[in-house]
């Protein structure tokens, strides 16, 4: 028998932050990983999980896209799992599963029908990317950025466009950023701290920057956007950067809807904020699409494959991810996705005990490792 | 010299219903026929002029998309005007334009530049189709239905989809019910009367209609759309018809934004409902696009020309009209649009001593006519 530690839904909590050790918290099992009974699916070491902001919208006891939490259960991530032993013909020991609905957990037993839906085989990376990357900039973020933009704004991504980002230091609106500047568009983006406005004009290149905790969104729009307004927006947030966007939209502007983050954790609904400009969507015949990027995998994931993660490890695209080491540590990481105090992409290694084959080994050691 | 009979712009109005004799007032002029001076123009009998919802918007002071009308200067329409004398090359006496600036009054002298930019030569109908119908079903509101649905909803426009039309017993509302009921779409209309409901089911093959003044949307669109949803939403009015279309859409939905009448005459700013479920855009992965007709003409005019004149000639497309006999009943009719009592597409015969020649001869006899 082993220890198997994990997060478990604790009580749905339909407002205001996450807490940790309330809506969430730790436990600790254990697991027979010789003889533990596999049913036609496989037996998985957790090899590192992706916090989404989503995923706070599965605590809340509502009706969502994806399902509710189960109270005691292991709440759900998207995750790299490497399989340990199996009784599908598909995977053998050795192999790396990437999982839409991994359980944040160190062992899970994955069924089969799971593994065949909602599974992808991933080779073990030899172009020296952590694990991490995988589920970020390489992975669902970077798909959810990639797609997004080739889907909605497509062909009109040119250079002397402009383009506002929202969320722009987290783990889409980084790849976003620097997808747009690649293509010669001009970028104004928002974040959450000063630190991360610096990242954002210093290292990506943003032509211009606000702390929309600090600053009139209103105002740096109209700044930046002139008389001729903003082409496009990609929006992770909603609200007043919403309305902002809307207000100083460029005829013709296109809005890609990925998310709504400024609402999830509303203390009450009055306190969302939504648009009061909408009769501009008419009158400039704005584009305003909802995506996810579930939706496009399947028509976008070799170009994908083929083009992000090669320009990561060149470095033609940097990436900035926020790795928490040690499933313990997750509470916390998910919590910081909210109150602004992470640095780019949310994930947890896990498997902390073999950092280095998953190409963290070196920021293990300045780390906490909570175990 | 002969009379000049117009409505000239009167004042400034930014909330609540136009007021005719506040807003708008009547006024009559002289004009010489003979000598009055073209300067490169030409002078025009006006013959009829379309009334729109969206006019409202240049009565109130503030920004628009197309400018403020001018205080004494006759208000602005969509219209059909007969060359008289002419200093143009394109045009002689007798040649017809359709002019997108018509001064609503009984004669004008328009300018070349406006005549060039803003006019377009139109041969006189002889399919026996009123001239009205030429500012309705076969003019600018018949194109704006054709052509938004083929532009933003396309070939998704398949038997066995839903769509939701609000205003549908209105100008727009009409064709685009069917237009979509030809194409095998199953619709629910709403309308602000039974009997425009009545119009709608009845006449129009709509599935179901529903008063928007006495039921309650959120519930009718659940009916209707079911566990599904209801894939297409044609807005003419936002308001709270679009927040119950957000909440009962169809996954990959698509709103048609063509215009938010329910906020056009709102007495205080907050009294305009905007919907508070927009993050259901993204996770239903909703597109919502604005539209003006006027953006896709050149691209959409040849065919829609090709067909949508015949079919009404035919039978195969119903019209409803809503024409008002002399220019000096426009101020009624205006506020009829926002009343709900206007029956289809509002517009003016102008030229009321000719109402033969354009095919209006028999309703002329049962109708008022204001002179």
Same mark, same amino acid.
């Given at each position: 028998m082993v220890v198997n530690r994990r997060i478990v839904f604790n009580q749905v909590k339909a407002t205001g932050l996450p807490e940790p050790g309330v809506t969430t918290r730790p436990e600790q099992t254990e697991i027979d990983l010789d003889n533990v009974a596999l049913n036609g699916g496989v037996l998985v070491r957790n090899v590192a999980a992706s916090l989404d902001p989503t995923m706070r919208n599965r605590m809340k006891g509502g009706v969502y896209f994806t399902p509710n939490y189960v109270k005691d259960e292991p709440i759900l991530c998207i995750g790299i799992s490497e399989v340990l032993r199996s009784e599908l013909d598909a995977y053998k020991p050795g192999d790396l599963i990437f999982i839409w609905s991994q359980p944040l957990e160190e062992y899970s037993v994955l069924p089969r029908q799971l593994v065949e839906q909602a599974g992808r085989k991933m080779d073990v990376p030899t172009n020296g990317l952590s694990i991490t990357t995988y589920l970020g900039a390489a992975g669902m973020a970077g798909m959810t950025a990639y797609m997004s933009i080739k889907e909605i704004i497509g062909d009109r991504l040119q250079p002397g466009t402009t383009m506002f980002v929202t969320g722009a230091a987290g783990a889409v609106g980084q790849l976003v950023v620097q997808i747009a500047r690649q293509a010669g568009v001009k970028v104004i983006a928002s974040a959450g701290s000063d630190d991360k406005c610096r990242f954002l004009r210093e290292e990506l290149g943003c032509e211009?920057? #606000?702390?929309?905790?600090?600053?009139? $969104?209103? %105002?740096?729009?109209?700044?930046?956007?002139?008389? +001729?307004?903003?082409?496009?927006?990609?929006?992770?947030?909603? &609200?007043?950067?919403?309305?902002?966007?809307?207000?100083? /939209?460029?005829?013709?502007?296109?809005?890609?809807?990925? &998310?709504?983050?400024?609402?999830?954790?509303?203390?009450? $609904? %009055?306190?969302?904020?939504? $648009?009061?400009?909408? #009769?501009?969507?008419?009158? +400039?015949?704005?584009?305003? +699409?909802?995506?996810?990027? /579930?939706?496009?995998?399947?028509?976008?994931?070799?170009?994908?494959?083929?083009?992000?993660?090669?320009?990561?490890?060149? &470095?033609?695209?940097?990436?900035? %991810? *926020?790795?928490?080491?040690?499933?313990?540590?997750?509470? *916390?990481?998910?919590?910081?996705? #909210?109150?602004?105090?992470? %640095? &780019?992409?949310?994930?947890v290694l896990i498997d902390v005990d073999h950092a280095d084959k998953w190409n963290l080994g070196e920021r293990k050691k300045t780390a906490k490792v909570w175990q």
């Open positions: 211009a920057v #606000f702390n929309y905790k600090t600053a009139d $969104p209103f %105002e740096e729009l109209k700044k930046f956007g002139g008389e +001729r307004g903003i082409d496009f927006y990609f929006d992770n947030v909603g &609200g007043t950067q919403l309305e902002a966007y809307i207000e100083h /939209s460029a005829k013709y502007g296109i809005i890609v809807a990925c &998310g709504y983050i400024s609402g999830y954790n509303a203390d009450k $609904p %009055e306190d969302i904020v939504y $648009p009061k400009n909408l #009769f501009k969507v008419v009158t +400039r015949e704005l584009t305003y +699409r909802g995506f996810i990027v /579930s939706s496009f995998i399947q028509k976008h994931l070799a170009s994908f494959l083929a083009e992000i993660p090669q320009m990561i490890a060149d &470095g033609k695209i940097k990436v900035k %991810e *926020d790795v928490t080491f040690g499933v313990l540590g997750a509470e *916390d990481a998910f919590l910081r996705l #909210f109150t602004g105090d992470n %640095e &780019g992409k949310v994930a």
